[in-house]
């Protein structure tokens, strides 16, 4: 089942410091893996994506890693900012234009 | 930049009442989508639309909700007798063909009482 909660892991990072965010995924047919933004209030930003015959890729100061064996997603953000501080939800779909299926959610905390 | 725009930003309502929940996806996108998120727990996916009709919907999207597209620019999440459980974000979100990025609005937030 699926676990329900008000509390999400929170990653507390120094300015400047680089973050390491971690998702476990399941379904091993999904053709992309995505990561999403979500500051307060505000709807879900796309990051990233990664399709699912790579293992990393890199965008702006943001790499993204895939670990097909063990299932595993991880996003790297280099010199965190203050402005980076939100949830991050890993996601995953089928093939683009398919639907979006989110994984639980890291709060991530920059302190000055 | 161009945007997906929902209304309203927040809306309560009685138990048993019909709610609408709008959304302007961008322009030139084909893909539309409505998700929810209930309060401090993830985003889940309710019904996905395309070309005029539903392409995939969850559990969550029974008889008590239904979309359309009324004037082909419009898109709308209609639940017909809202229950306490329906409280949570909706969020509309779009997509160009064959592109990965999904465009999610800002939100409406409905609260039912």
């Known amino acids: 089942g699926e676990s329900v909660g008000l509390h999400l892991p929170t990653l507390s990072v120094q300015e400047g410091d680089n973050s390491i965010i971690n998702c476990a995924y399941s379904?091993?047919?999904?053709?992309?893996f995505i990561w999403y933004k979500q500051e307060s209030g505000k709807g879900p930003q796309f990051i990233i994506d990664?399709?699912?015959?790579?293992d990393k890729r890199q965008g702006q100061r943001v790499t993204v890693l895939l670990n097909k064996t063990v299932k595993h997603l991880s996003l790297q953000i280099a010199a965190t900012q203050p402005g980076d501080s939100a949830v991050y939800f890993c996601?995953?779909?089928?093939?683009?234009?398919?639907?979006?299926?989110f994984g639980g959610g890291t709060r991530v905390l920059v302190k000055p | 930049e161009p945007e997906v725009t929902q209304t309203p930003s927040h809306q309560v309502t009685q138990m048993g009442q019909e709610v609408i929940l709008r959304c302007v996806p961008i322009?030139?996108?084909?893909?539309f989508y409505w998700y929810r998120q209930i309060l401090g727990q993830k985003v889940e996916f309710l019904v996905s639309?395309?070309?005029?009709?539903?392409?995939?919907k969850s559990e969550i999207f029974d008889d008590q909700f239904s979309v359309e597209r009324p004037d082909g620019s419009n898109f709308t999440l209609k639940i017909r007798s809202t229950k306490l459980e329906d409280s949570a974000m909706y969020f509309c979100?779009?997509?160009?063909?064959?592109?990965?990025?999904?465009?999610f609005g800002q939100g409406t937030r409905l609260t039912v009482v």
């Open positions: 996601a995953e779909n089928k093939a683009a234009g398919n639907k979006l299926t």
């Open positions: 379904n091993s047919a999904s053709d992309y």
């Open positions: 990664i399709r699912s015959n790579m």
């Open positions: 322009s030139n996108h084909l893909y």
């Open positions: 639309f395309y070309n005029n009709e539903i392409s995939e």
């Open positions: 979100a779009t997509q160009i063909q064959g592109n990965t990025e999904a465009f």
